[in-house]
């Protein structure tokens, strides 16, 4: 073993939990690994003792995953190398806790990024890729997941595997957001585009939920922008009873940012990119250099973190709509929704195309046309008692009127829900957990599968 | 003064508060424009209740046109149905019990068109605060 093993006693807070803060848990003990050998040392101890594992990267998610209560937390964030990147190249092989930022800003330097990347840049490849990965790119690329030639997973007998969407595609669709059930990512061969210098950016702006669901049709279909960005934005209007109780309330409206990338000296045509969108108002048009675009959001992180709300509870509630739905769902959701628990938060809306995913546990409804809307608050945690059924039921809702949760926020399935989450993927998810994990020693605590009964 | 559960006056005293609300004339001013927007409580006998009681109320665009006790669970003028064991309408009324949490864990369920319900998710939840405003005297 040429990584580092703490005890329970050398855990630091940080480790007992994650981005949600909902959820607390001290390992019995951590492994730093140093490369793919250790966590399967590591797997195949455990799996003698009977010892569950848990796998961490970033952490930033807000169930009860990425944290162990008493068994032993794999800490991939010291297995981040980034292989050699030539110019021209179509992938490149990145170990599984490498930073995405890392990877972007090496894939850079050749002119050459991701197809897919997410708003947070410091999230690691493993993490995402377990999660399915989605960003202002999946209208054109899917999940990050679909942007994977390769990968290198422990499994949860210790054996290392290498697996593709053609080689061994049973295995590489139940890791890819897998959460982390059947194996862990040691690294991962990940597809690369060429990418332009610069960023231009419009912001637009929309009072009205349906003019800005055609719009960002339009420029779906149109196919002329390299990202689609948008949110639910509140301006609060005053107080208003809301069950007896007074609290603010907000109108609401739709800011809607597409992209397109150029090369210096070859700005774009605007008037030939706008053209038959419809916004209220047309704010701002920013040029950028692609890596900032690429970082834009920093700025925003960094305030929150300043401002401290970084450190609150953080029960994101992420889900893919049907695209006839969406208006029905912002008018169940946004009135009552209080701007206040948006403080180091946003509401995002994320514009999509059904086919262009493969992934078969990155559940979404059926059509091509989908919108993701994600409400991110920061809850204080002397407040996320009261705050708690409010979000639950908020799940509860989305998904009654089709929706489909994206897993790396906070998620209080029962059994019937997960079924009904994975619907006819269930058995193939159980199936490869049998396969994979058979002791079911992976990542206990969220998803409900069942290995078989450990022997003896 | 507490109305007795179950009665006309009951029926009437919600019918009133509703009215009262701005809450839910406001939350509700969508409510019943190109649907049937009119409600029928449905609480079933249990312990406490012997015998099922049936309250169809009236609502359109934030009014309440009548609230009655009805004798059966199929009045023609009904929109939606929405039905529980009454102890469950009971936490429900008196604030135990989130009417969302009811209905969106299938604990109360619901015949009409689900996803206008959910729509109005704000209105639903303004008429239950009317209805646990009204003093009641509930049996059991």
């Not at chain 1, 021209?88 to 995405?100: K, L, Q, R, Y």
């Not at chain 1, 054996?159 to 890819?176: Q, S």
């Not at chain 2, 312990?47 to 009548?66: F, I, S, V, W």
Request: glycine letters at 10%; one cysteine or more.
């Amino acid at each position: 073993m040429k990584g580092r093993v703490l005890d329970s006693s050398e855990v630091e807070p940080e480790r007992t939990t994650n981005f949600g803060h909902v959820f607390t848990a001290r390992p019995g003990a951590v492994l730093e690994p140093a490369h793919a050998e250790d966590v399967a040392g590591a797997i195949r101890f455990a799996r003698n003792e009977g010892i569950p594992v848990s796998v961490r990267g970033a952490a930033h998610s807000q169930s009860q995953i990425a944290i162990s209560n008493g068994g032993l937390l794999i800490d991939m964030r010291s297995m981040g190398r980034i292989g050699p990147v030539a110019r021209g190249a179509s992938s490149v092989e990145v170990e599984g806790g490498a930073v995405w930022r890392d990877v972007v800003r090496a894939t850079l330097q050749s002119g050459l990024a991701p197809p897919v990347l997410t708003n947070n840049l410091s999230v690691t490849v493993g993490g995402t890729l377990s999660t399915a990965g989605v960003g202002v790119a999946s209208h054109r690329y899917g999940t990050q997941g679909d942007q994977v030639e390769e990968l290198t997973v422990v499994l949860g007998t210790g054996e290392i595997r290498t697996c593709g969407p053609e080689r061994d595609p049973d295995l590489f669709w139940a890791v890819i957001a897998g959460l982390g059930q059947v194996g862990v990512i040691a690294s991962a061969r990940l597809k690369l585009r060429s990418v332009r210098p610069m960023t231009r950016t419009y912001y637009l702006l929309y009072d009205d939920a349906h003019r800005f669901m055609e719009d960002t049709k339009t420029a779906m279909d149109s196919e002329r922008w390299d990202h689609l960005e948008s949110w639910a934005s509140p301006s609060p209007q005053g107080t208003k009873p809301v069950s007896g109780r007074r609290q603010v309330f907000a109108r609401w409206f739709f800011p809607f940012h597409p992209t397109v990338e150029f090369d210096e000296g070859s700005p774009p045509d605007d008037r030939a990119l706008l053209d038959g969108l419809h916004p209220y108002d047309h704010l701002y048009t920013d040029d950028l250099p692609t890596l900032d675009f690429f970082e834009r959001l920093e700025p925003v992180f960094d305030l929150w973190k300043r401002g401290g709300t970084w450190g609150h509870v953080h029960p994101w509630m992420e889900v893919v709509l049907p695209w006839e739905r969406t208006p029905d769902v912002l008018e169940a959701v946004l009135p009552d929704l209080p701007p206040a628990i948006l403080v180091g938060g946003h509401v995002l809306l994320w514009p999509a195309k059904g086919s262009t995913s493969r992934s078969k546990l990155f559940r979404r409804p059926e059509g091509e046309d989908l919108m993701g809307f994600g409400i991110l608050p920061a809850i204080p945690a002397p407040f996320w008692d009261e705050a708690r059924p409010m979000i639950e039921n908020l799940s509860r809702l989305v998904v009654a009127m089709g929706g489909n949760r994206y897993l790396s926020g906070y998620v209080d399935f029962d059994e019937e829900m997960w079924r009904a989450h994975y619907g006819d993927a269930w058995d193939f998810f159980e199936a490869a957990k049998r396969r994979f994990d058979p002791d079911g020693i992976l990542n206990p605590g969220f998803v409900p599968l069942r290995a078989p009964a450990r022997k003896g | 003064m507490a109305y007795r559960f179950g009665t006309a006056e009951y029926a009437k005293a919600l019918c009133d508060e509703i009215n009262r609300s701005s809450e839910y004339r406001n939350a509700a001013s969508k409510w019943g424009v190109g649907f049937n927007g009119n409600l029928l409580f449905a609480f079933e006998a249990d312990a406490a209740l012997p015998k099922a009681l049936y309250l169809l109320l009236r609502l359109k665009e934030g009014h309440c046109d009548g609230a009655d006790f009805v004798p059966g669970p199929s009045h023609p003028d009904t929109g939606f149905t929405l039905r529980a064991p009454f102890q469950l309408w009971r936490d429900v009324l008196e604030r135990r019990t989130l009417a969302a949490t009811a209905i969106l864990t299938g604990k109360m369920k619901i015949e009409g068109d689900k996803v206008t319900l959910l729509k109005h998710a704000g209105s639903s939840r303004s008429l239950i605060h009317c209805t646990a405003s009204v003093p009641t005297e509930f049996p059991g």
